[in-house]
């Protein structure tokens, strides 16, 4: 061993520094000069056992966090779209808003085209329209936003409902909202593939406008299409649509697919809604009958070719669209305030303009839906458009015009406000003037009971039902001698025409007429 380890420990000479080093399996501790610091193999520092649950609990708060935040954000997102999971058949919605749907759902309707074939190989395409199918796309819209919604959830419920709705494992396959007419799906199938002397028709209805009633067109034996597979494939296109299908179809000899007797009922039914007159009213002075024109335009004949049936629905939008349109002009009236004319007692003379009532019509489709009732059950009637009132107001006018008519003067003279004006002669009880005329034909009987006739008599004023002052160009002399019983009138007041008008001019209706005195037996003047 050289001088440079020894057993006890090692030495190396290293710049004059030595290390000292403890003998291997010494216990003892290690010594690093004075300041030697001991360590015990059997003490450890205590380990904090919490930290790795505080931490877990953290991240799962802060996930949580996130999830109520991303839900909210999610439920406002899709607070007007379709939400996930939400298909057209196997088109999928998520996400989209009203107006994408729209357009999804009419792309839909148009890519459902059918390709129709026979036995002897004529092909046609065909649209779900062609078809008889009437699809509402608004309602189908509706149903893609609101599906997987419960409407009726409140509260934690609700928010529950939202979470659910927006789970995108969860799915809801929406189809069309849509109807479908087998009858036209028959017509347009037997004009496409059977020539016109080989098909079966069925009996028909249709309005004849010149006789105002509905007719019948009796139908025939021949071929037709056999519609089952058409129905199968229609009925998919409706649940799934978005993709076209092709379709074999076979054909059979059959009878009238609607027979004469079904037509004639439906005819009869149909002819029961025209002659059940409905009338619609304002409860004031204006109603106004529904014509035949227009309640047939509202007639549906619908045929259902399995059953030979032909049944009548009717039109109710149609319905609505005329009444909205039509109400108001035929039930709508200006207020008109009454005017009464009085004596000096406050007494009513006459009435001069009578009180009418405003009247505006509202709520036409309330009325459309009473229209549409009776029309279903055959019923005609008297129905009473909703409307608001605007009561008339009466307006009070003294009369200040009299004349007196005097029998034995044989004189008219008129006062205002009991100044006289003018005495004129005539040739001839209290009335008052209550109806003029500037030329009226006048007619009447004779005392022995032969029929008159005065033409083109001017300026009369009727005071006492058929009598009143007028022109009488005829009985000149008699109104000039005053002699009423050789030249006198049926019961009126013989006037120069220049009176008369005057009479006319100033005095209107509403002027009191007091007549006086007796007839004398010959000329006055």
Known sequence: MSDDYQMDGFSQMDDDRTVAMPPVGDASPMTMGEDAIALSCDEEKPRNTKLPWIITLSVIGALLVLAVAGLFTARWYFSDKAAP??????????GQNRDRLTDT???????????????????IKASLEELGVSVDVDATVDALLNAKTDGDATGVRALLSDFARLNPFSKADIGLSAEYDEYTANTFLTDRFVADDQQAVPSSIAYDAGSQAFTVTEGKVGRAPQLDAVNK???NAIKAPGTGASVKIDYSDVDMPIGVDAANQAAADANQRLN????????????????????????????????????????????????????????????????????DNGNVLLTRVDGVDGVAVKNTDTTAAKVLEALEAGNGGLITAEFDVTPFETKQEKATMRIVVDKSSQTATVYNNNQLVRTFPVCTGTFYIYLKYAVQDMRGYNEDGSKYLSPGVKWVGYFNGGEGFHTA?????????????H???????????????????????????????????????
């Open 85 to 94: 999971g939400v298909t057209l058949g196997q088109i999928s919605v998520a």
């Open 487 to 525: 030249y006198g009138s049926h019961g009126c007041v013989n006037m120069y025409e220049a009176d008369a008008k005057w009479i006319y001019d100033n005095c209107p209706e509403g002027t009191i007429v007091q007549v006086v005195g007796s007839t004398p037996s010959g000329p006055v003047r």
């Open 105 to 123: 759902v009419t792309r839909a309707i148009a890519d459902s085209t059918l390709t129709v074939a026979d036995p002897d190989g004529q092909e």
């Open 276 to 343: 059940n007159k409905i009338v619609l009213t304002n409860e004031r002075d204006r109603n106004f009958e529904l014509s035949n024109d227009t309640v047939a335009s509202w007639v549906k004949p619908t045929g259902d070719v399995q059953n030979g049936t032909l049944t009548l629905s009717y039109d109710e939008q149609a319905i609505k669209d005329y009444l909205a349109a039509e109400l108001p002009k035929q039930l709508n009236q200006e207020k008109t305030d009454q005017t009464d004319i009085i004596d």
């Open 473 to 485: 160009d005829w009985n000149y002399y008699g109104i000039q001698v005053g002699d009423p019983a």
């Open 233 to 235: 494939a229609v009925a």
